[in-house]
Antibody
């Protein structure tokens, strides 16, 4: 059974840092592109960024709203992805999901087939 | 602001057909995927690619696209289909992903 489990959320002051983890199981993690998506309370989904697999040189891409502040990494030996969040702002307050790109959806198709349950990040003084 | 836009809310009578749309210039080049999200739950993929349904998604869900508009159609809407629906695709640069703002579907 495919599972993605996020952890590491919590309360942090503006300007602070936090690292989220996404522990994966039930599939070949090293072959997968892992994304982070966030959702502020009562709001829509916002793509945060992703890291591709080793065969794709672990390439990363980030939304403009987090570029330069957030960093995605992964440890394939631990089947875990990370989201390092620095210089946090109140507007970063959200539920953060990790999700996996559907492998069979390539090229002009992009989809996320499995999602974790999310970890809540609250940025407040 | 999002590069793909959705109507904020749509309603449908029980058993009737409803279409939820997603518009954006990037949709001329890339397929959209659709997600259903119920309160307190993670999103669930319901349609991807040209018109593909993951295992377990009822066949009353279908997708289509024309020009800069993609549509999710629910034929014979059920009470359990009441949820928020989001579209997702690449942005115009192709380097990033974007979600539409979401459509709240009410089944009357």
């Amino acid at each position: 059974e495919v599972q993605l489990v996020e952890s590491g959320g919590g309360l942090v002051q503006p300007g602070g840092s936090l690292q989220l983890s996404c522990a994966a199981s039930g599939f070949t993690f090293s072959d997968s592109s892992i994304h982070w998506v966030r959702q502020a309370s009562g709001k829509g989904l916002e793509w945060v960024g992703h890291m591709r697999s080793k065969v794709n040189n672990y390439a990363t891409s980030y939304a403009a709203s987090v570029k330069g502040r957030f960093t995605i990494s992964r440890d394939d030996s631990k089947n875990t992805a990370y989201l390092q969040m620095n210089s946090l702002k109140t507007e970063d307050t959200a539920l953060y999901y990790c999700t996996r790109r559907l492998v069979s959806c390539g090229g002009d198709c992009y989809a996320f087939d499995y999602w974790g349950q999310g970890t809540l990040v609250t940025v407040s003084s | 602001s999002s590069e793909v836009t959705q109507d904020p809310a749509v309603s449908v009578a029980l058993g009737q057909t409803v279409r939820i749309t997603c518009q954006g210039d990037s949709l001329r080049s890339y397929y959209v995927s659709w997600y259903q999200q119920k309160p307190g739950q993670a999103p669930v993929l319901v349609i991807y690619g040209k018109n593909n349904r993951p295992s377990g998604i009822p066949d009353r869900f279908s997708g289509s696209s024309s020009g800069n508009t993609a549509s999710l159609t629910i034929t014979g809407a059920q009470a359990e289909d009441e949820a928020d629906y989001y579209c997702n695709s690449r942005d115009s640069s192709g380097n990033h992903l974007v979600f539409g703002g979401g459509t709240k579907l009410t089944v009357l």
